[in-house]
């Protein structure tokens, strides 16, 4: 098993920045399998897309990544799209038309790790078939877990619930400090990400934007500060920290359902350098225009000139 899996939605975002619009690839799952593909992993994603020019521009955008698109993904009767604000600050709101649905389990070599998150986890009528998947799958592999809401496209109740099911089939859940306030408000992130632990989580993270980030596991928690970086938009931020996360877990010889235990027990001092190497992923990913995730010799030249080690494939 030397293969990531991937599932979730993947659309076009309509990026409208100083009175002029742009067009690119996105999809908070799309952005993580095409940034574990650029680091040099093997990974498979499975989406619902259509056989449209917005389907062929996102197939395209997956090939050429390194990634590979599972059978039965272009199947939707349109490409979904998202329209996104940038304000001054850099950050975006997002506008959505998504379609999400899957159907059986794909013919895919049993993965390493399996990760999912965002509209994917909770949006009908796909949800229920992303859960019964990493199921299925979570007897060979890790699965990482970013719920990345987005509130005008869910039921809350609901979506707490299945955000929470998923947590507890989870190895490894990453969330920014705004996802959690929406699935509760009445208590602290850093409360929310110990309780996170308690349901089966071996590794909790917290993006924090400006402030860094922060992870629990069960030998205590540790914290990151945040990249000194021109912002240029932080469409996929939390996405490429997603990516970097996992990509350093996988150097560590930490996934897969085999190696729980160690993850499990994961010490302190490895914990903050991988969350080292998932800042550097996030900063290196905002300094550009939409979510384009860096590769291996971008993420190595970076690491060159901060007090990181390299970061070997």
Known sequence: MTRGLVIGEALIDIVERDGQVHEYVGGSPLNVAVGLARLGRDVD??????????????????????????????????????????????????????????????????????????????????????????????????????????????????????????????????????????????????????????????????????QGAMAVCAAGATRVAARPVRVVDTIGAGDAFMAGLIDALWRLGLLGAGRRGELRRIPLDTLTAALEAASLTSALTVARAGADLPDRAALAAAAATTSLPAQPA
């Open 45 to 210: 994603f499975l989406t619902h897309i259509g056989d449209d020019t917005a389907g062929q521009r996102i197939t395209e955008y997956i090939n050429s990544s390194g990634a590979q698109l599972v059978p039965g993904s272009i199947s939707a009767g349109r490409t979904s799209t998202a329209r996104v604000t940038v304000r001054e600050d850099g950050s975006a709101d997002y506008v959505f038309d998504v379609h999400w649905q899957l159907s059986g389990t794909p013919a895919v070599t049993p993965p390493l790790v399996v990760h999912t998150g965002s509209i994917a986890a909770v949006r009908e009528p796909g949800c229920p078939a992303v859960v019964a998947l990493i199921d299925t799958y979570r007897v060979s592999a890790t699965v990482t877990f970013d719920p990345n809401v987005r509130p005008g496209l869910v039921d809350p109740d609901r979506a707490r619930q299945r955000i929470r099911h998923l947590v507890e089939r989870s190895d490894v859940v990453k969330a920014s400090a705004e996802d959690l306030r929406w699935i509760d408000p009445n208590r602290p992130p850093e409360r929310i990400a110990q309780t996170w632990l308690t349901l089966g989580a071996s590794i909790v993270a917290v993006t924090r934007g400006e």
